[in-house]
C-alpha cells in the first residue's frame, strides 16, 4: 500500500474528496518536517465517536440478554488500541501512512499506537465524506466477528460452559448439529444439542456460535432426564 487509492482498497471505500483521506493518514511528524499545521488527529478524535457509537448500537440492538454492564465489558474488550492496530495491520494500512524520518526509522509503520490512531481518523474520514452509513458498514465488517467472540462469554452467561460442566458431572458430553438457511448477507443458524441419542434443546442465531450458545440456554433451564430420544 503506498498512498490514498490503496487505503480507499483497504476499507472498501471511494472518497469523494482525495484531500480527506490524505489528511487521515497524515501523522503529525511529517506535517512537522512539512510544515503542515495539520494531521489525522482531529479525524481520529471523530473517528473514535463514531465506533463508540456504532459497536455501542449494534451491542444494544443485538445482545438484549445482557446487562449493561455486560455491555460495557463487550464493547471495552472490542474498542481499544490492540484490536485497532490489530485491524490495521491485517489492511496494510501501515504502509499508507505519511511519516516523518524518525518515526519511518523507528518503525512507526508498525507501532499499535499509530495504527490505531491511523485507522480511527480514517474512520472519521469515511464519516465526514459519506456519513454515517458508510462509517458504520466498515465498523460492522471488521468488528462483528471480533464482538461475537467476546459477547459469547461475558461470564456467567457463557452458556456452553455451564453446560459442560453440568452435563460432566454425569459423565455425558453435549453434540451440536449446526443447519443454515437465509441468503448469504442475512444467513440464520439453527443449533439443535444432543446428548447422546436424545435431543435436549435447539437455539438460533446470526451465527453458529450465537446458535449453539441459545441452544445451550435453553438447556440449563431443562429437565435433562425428560429429554426426548432421536427418532
Not at 503542515?36 to 478524535?45: A, G
Not at 465488517?141 to 454425569?170: F, N, S
Amino acid at each position: 500500500m503506498t498512498g490514498s487509492a490503496e487505503a480507499e482498497a483497504a476499507l472498501g471505500y471511494v472518497f469523494t474528496s482525495p484531500e480527506v483521506v490524505t489528511l487521515a493518514l497524515t501523522h503529525r511528524s511529517y506535517a512537522a518536517e512539512h510544515a503542515l499545521d495539520v494531521s489525522y488527529e482531529r479525524l481520529e478524535f471523530l473517528g473514535d465517536a463514531v465506533l463508540q457509537l456504532v459497536v455501542t448500537r449494534y451491542l444494544y440492538d443485538t445482545y438484549e440478554d445482557l446487562a449493561e454492564g455486560e455491555l460495557a465489558k463487550v464493547r471495552a474488550a472490542v474498542v481499544n488500541q490492540k484490536t485497532l492496530a490489530a485491524i490495521g495491520r491485517r489492511l496494510g494500512i501501515g504502509d499508507a501512512v505519511l511519516l516523518g524520518q524518525g518515526e519511518e526509522t523507528s518503525g512507526g509503520r508498525d507501532k499499535d499506537s499509530i495504527l490505531a490512531d491511523i485507522v480511527e481518523a480514517l474512520l472519521g474520514a469515511v464519516y465526514l465524506d459519506g456519513g454515517y452509513a458508510p462509517a458504520a458498514e466498515f465498523v460492522l465488517r471488521h468488528w462483528v466477528p471480533i464482538i461475537e467472540e467476546r459477547a459469547t462469554a461475558p461470564g456467567r452467561r457463557d452458556y456452553k460452559t455451564r453446560l459442560q460442566e453440568i452435563l460432566a458431572k454425569q459423565g455425558l458430553q453435549p453434540r451440536y448439529e449446526i443447519s443454515e438457511s437465509g441468503p448469504d448477507h442475512a444467513k440464520v443458524f439453527a443449533a439443535e444439542l444432543w446428548v447422546g441419542e436424545r435431543l435436549i434443546a435447539s437455539g438460533r442465531g446470526s451465527s453458529k456460535k450465537r446458535a449453539e450458545q441459545a441452544a445451550a440456554k435453553a438447556a440449563t433451564a431443562a429437565d435433562l432426564s425428560g429429554a426426548p430420544d432421536r427418532a
